[in-house]
């Protein structure tokens, strides 16, 4: 049952796209209404894996395995924890949030657009399932040649230079991974006999690889992901990229591709080269502090709305890098957690971004002003999810970012208090880039005389935000359930880098990130119940 | 005796077709629909006969042919290509009103000479094959007889070829004489039980078969001919030359790599590796600065050489399945990029080039569906069939110990990503222009599309299939 659910969950939209590709190109509303629908079905077909995966568990689950490459073992090799249950889940909700809003803003040949959605939704679960790092890699690279066409036909001006440098740098990253997993293949080879790319198997082995290979190995995949994330420096495709790509792009972008660098940091880097990670944990977060510094600072002097909200996009990752190189349960937890949250704030920031493009076809803050009067429903909306993403307490930023920062203080990797008081202030600087834009565009008198007849939110634009703001609220006040569900597998990680921590004085380590302070309580008593 | 006669059936059956196409038309004037038909059915004959072919894995003819397995395999794929060449190319040559049955009989001779390199057991059949496949080549490049490119390509080709082949024949005879023997067993037996005649002269020999191959394939620093012969040539048969040909000419390494160098193994291998590092930087570099589609395919064809040395370079049981599989898979989509291109060509002088592709998207969707599919399998993007083929090339280099060679590999794809997506630039993202693309399409035209695209989508979906047969024959 479960097995046939997330079979379907991965494939539908891919047997929705094929299906579409046969309909006319000029039977639009067919091809709007039938991709909607197939996202929406998506989302609720994968609601139920949430009550399949049992909790207390820390492997994979309802884990399907086909044999596919036999001469190399690589196998068609899906199955979910905790964390990628929760990145299913996003994908799914925030496709039909993207596919939705499209309607109407897209006029130009709609069924290749939504068509290449669709196929992009497939190869994104695909990431977040894959149980073969061959399956992986192929649904990783699969992601590239939709968002290419998202970005380059339907995206902004300087659209083509945006789409190819996004390509091109994606690309350098990933065939560098490439070359590391045949390596971890050949190593399986010489260790257990057999040439494998079973992410199960491989995990096994992999530690055992000696130190000097195991850097270079780490240092293959995390470029790869650092690339995605992005994680200073390597930043630079990404300002261009959501700039250019049209709103729903921007959407899907921001909230989870990205997430597939900070996965494959957790997944692939954390869980395979313990001893490494370990050894890198100062330098990614130290890049992880820049990040967020700087992408803050960049941010406050941006006059384009858009551009503003990309650069707060790296300035967020940074919390969640943060958070994955403390390697403490609470800081990869809030990653995860921050990982959910940025794909909702940030994807409603660019559609409240788009709602003001598509009524005066500019993203100039200059160009606005007292909004807020003619557009009152737009003005509470845009601000919550602007207060989300400030880190607002009450709203789901909040206990992201929080868990982040408290990882970074506890972790005996980073071993210093300085990365998360630093980062801290990314949090004021956040604030003050976020309300200052939101005090420019909505309030004050309306000086633009374009704006003064602009008509509130459409019925369309309301079931697109509404549905984000309801988990806003929700990951605020009471985010157990989505702590609960990627608990065990946060500890399995953090407990297999403790155990190859062995300069580093165990005892106290565990007692440090056990004990926790008395202010998170509800987040306590979930990390304990789920600790072996 | 028969039983001899069967298994080498395919290429049997392919010479006299040949033989028999010329013969007919030099007694019958404007034979040109017979000719056209008869190669077809002659060729799919042949394939029919390849399949079945496959496992009758053995020696016939005193031990000068190789019947069966590798070389029946790769027979399909040279007759794949034979077959597409001829059905893209009579509208490419009706068009440009220079039909004549030879073309046809010209891609049955050359499909004969790669069918005989495939086969070859023995030097002197070696020799022949490649003289059969280089010939006709020489003809085919210089069809257009009033085309100044054409026949510049033609003369070029001719000439260096010519001069090639010189090496070659010295190489061989210089092996011959420190061996005493042509036949690749008895090479491969004088040097393991070190019964060499003129020890000395043998490292010489094999140097120069090694430069004469290495010419025919083009392959670094053999290279220079390879743009300028595959851009003036009538776009079809670039097509045919830089696909079936390279194949088959790399095909004629691999006895060499396997039987015959085991005397001084590491040498070889190292000058192999030092060419393809070569070969994949210099074909990738120099095709990012294209302008024209033709040529920069060309280049890339280069470098796509490269990729397959590396499966000669690291000379084990997988190097040599991944050469094939490469090879393979590189046969459709170079193919289909190059069937898109006759169709878009109009000027008989000047190939078609990115800015002519602009919004071509819009107005061809099929025509740029395909292409864009092609470009991105040759670009090495998952899960098309080019993927798997440099996945299979890099494991094999890094499980021989070249990791180095495999990192040389992923660098030249990355090059090569940039000049790819540059054409889908142009097709999907640009702005339809006054241009001369082709307006019509018939089924004709569209027959080797759909064949290379469902091809190149099939060996990325399920690879092993061909893979795993192919892995059977070196074990």
């Known amino acids: 049952m479960g097995h046939v659910l997330l079979m379907s969950v991965l494939f539908l939209p891919l047997a929705g796209a094929l299906g579409l590709i046969t309909v006319p190109g000029d039977r639009v509303v067919i091809h709007r209404r039938v991709s909607l629908a197939i996202a929406i079905i998506t989302f609720l077909l994968s609601l139920p894996l949430y009550w399949l995966i049992d909790h207390t568990r820390s492997d994979f689950q309802l884990v399907i395995s086909i044999p596919w490459i036999a001469s190399l073992d690589a196998g068609f090799r899906i199955g979910l924890d905790g964390m990628s249950l929760l990145l299913v889940l996003l994908t799914t909700f925030t496709m039909p949030i993207a596919i939705g809003a499209s309607n109407g803003i897209i006029t130009k040949r709609e069924k290749e657009y939504y068509t290449m959605f669709l196929l992009l939704e497939t190869a994104m679960i695909g990431v977040f399932i894959a149980l073969d790092m061959f399956l992986f890699y192929v649904f990783w690279e699969l992601i590239l040649i939709p968002m290419y066409f998202i970005i380059g036909i339907w995206g902004g001006q300087d659209r083509i230079y945006a789409a190819v440098k996004f390509f091109l740098y994606t690309i350098v990253g990933s065939l560098l991974m490439l070359v590391a997993i045949i390596w971890l293949g050949i190593y399986a080879q010489s260790a257990i006999g057999q040439f494998t790319t079973d992410f199960i198997k491989l995990r096994e082995l992999a530690p055992s690889i000696p130190i000097e290979t195991q850097r270079w190995l780490f240092t293959a995949f995390a470029l790869s992901f650092a690339i995605k994330v992005p994680i200073f420096p390597f930043h630079t495709w990404l300002p261009d990229a959501h700039v250019q790509a049209p709103t729903a792009g921007s959407v899907i972008l921001a909230g989870i591709l990205l997430k597939m660098g900070t996965y494959g940091l957790i997944r692939f880097n954390l869980d395979f080269f313990p001893q490494s990670a370990i050894e890198f944990a100062p330098l990614l977060g130290v890049l992880a502090v820049i990040g967020i510094i700087y992408g803050a600072l960049v941010a406050m002097v941006q006059p384009d709305m858009k551009k503003l909200v990309a650069y707060s996009s790296v300035s967020h990752l940074g919390f969640v890098v943060l958070g994955i190189a403390s390697m403490t349960n609470e800081g990869i937890q809030g990653a995860i957690l921050q990982m959910v949250n940025h794909g909702l704030s940030t994807g409603m920031l660019f559609l409240c971004v788009g709602v003001l493009y598509e009524r005066r076809h500019t993203r100039e803050i200059a160009e606005y002003g007292g909004i807020a009067r003619v557009m009152p429903h737009f003005a509470v909306l845009f601000g919550l999810a602007m207060l989300a993403s400030v880190g607002l307490p009450g709203l789901n930023g909040f206990v992201g970012e929080f868990l982040t920062l408290l990882g970074g203080f506890r972790s005996p990797y980073l071993n210093s208090w300085s990365y998360s008081i630093i980062s801290a202030t990314g949090v004021i600087f956040a604030a003050v880039y976020l309300l200052w834009m939101f005090q420019r565009v909505m309030y004050g008198p309306i000086v633009n005389p374009a704006n003064e007849n602009l008509h509130d939110l459409t019925l369309q634009e309301r079931w697109t935000l509404i549905p984000i703001v309801i988990f806003l609220v929700w990951i605020g006040i009471y985010p157990q359930p989505f702590l609960r569900a990627s608990a065990s597998s946060t500890n399995a990680v953090v407990q297999k880098v403790l155990n190859y921590s062995v300069p580093l004085k165990v005892t106290g380590l565990t007692r440090q990130s056990s004990n926790s302070s008395t202010f998170d309580k509800p987040i306590k008593v979930s990390l304990h119940t789920e600790r072996p | ?475």
């Open chain 2, 1 to 475: 005796m028969m039983n001899e006669w069967l298994c080498a059936s395919p290429l049997i059956l392919i010479s006299f077709a040949a033989v028999i196409a010329l013969v007919v038309d030099a007694l019958t004037p404007n034979s040109e629909r017979t000719t056209y038909h008869f190669s077809l059915v002659s060729l799919a004959i042949a394939l029919v006969a390849a399949i079945i072919t496959v496992p009758a894995n053995g020696l016939a003819f005193s031990g000068m042919i190789r019947t069966g397995g590798a070389p029946a395999v790769l027979d399909s794929v040279f007759i794949v290509g034979g077959l597409l060449t001829i059905i893209a190319a009579r509208p490419y040559i009706a068009a440009r009103n220079f039909e004549h049955d030879e073309f046809y009989t010209l891609v049955l001779y050359a499909t004969s000479g790669m069918m005989l390199i495939a086969h070859a057991q023995h030097l002197l059949i070696l020799f022949i094959g490649i003289e059969v496949m280089s010939l006709s080549f020489y003809v085919l490049a210089g069809y257009f007889r009033q085309t100044v490119s054409s026949i510049e390509s033609a003369l070029k080709y001719f000439l260096l070829g010519a001069f090639a082949t010189g090496f070659l024949v010295f190489g061989i005879a210089l092996v011959y004489s420190a061996t005493g023997s042509l036949d690749f067993g008895g090479i491969g037996t004088a040097i393991k039980n070190h019964t060499l005649t003129f020890p000395r002269l043998f490292p010489i020999g094999i140097a120069l078969i090694i430069v004469g191959l290495g010419f025919k394939v083009a392959v670094f620093p053999f290279h220079q001919w390879a743009p300028d012969v595959y851009d003036g040539a009538p776009t079809v048969v670039t097509g045919f030359m830089s696909t079936a040909g390279k194949a088959a000419a790399l095909g004629a390494f691999i006895p060499v790599v396997l039987d015959m160098i085991s005397l001084d193994e590491q040498s070889v291998q190292t000058v192999l590796a030092l060419s393809a590092t070569g070969t994949i930087i210099i074909g990738n570099i120099a095709a990012v600065v294209q302008r024209r589609i033709k040529r920069m395919l060309a280049y890339s064809s280069v470098a796509h050489a490269g990729y397959m040395l590396i499966g000669l370079a690291v000379a084990n049981h997988r190097g040599l399945t991944a050469l094939v599989f490469y090879a393979v898979a590189y046969l459709f989509m170079q193919l289909g990029a190059f069937v898109v291109l006759a169709i878009l060509d109009r000027d008989v002088e000047r190939s078609v080039e990115l800015d002519d592709c602009a919004g071509l998207a819009t107005k061809h969707q099929g025509l740029a569906a395909a292409m864009a599919l092609f470009m991105f399998s040759l670009a090495g993007i998952p899960p098309m069939a080019g993927f798997f083929g440099k996945y299979y090339l890099f494991t094999a280099a890094i499980e021989a110990g070249y990791t180095w060679l495999a990192i040389v590999g992923v660098i030249g794809s990355m090059i090569s990503v940039y000049y790819y997506i540059g054409v889908v630039v142009y097709m999907y993202f640009k702005d339809a222009r006054e241009t001369i693309w082709a307006t019509e399409m018939s089924a004709t035209k569209r027959l080797p599309l759909v064949v290379t695209a469902a091809a190149v989508i099939v060996l990325g979906i399920v690879p092993s299939a061909l893979e795993s047969l192919l892995s059977s024959f070196w074990k």
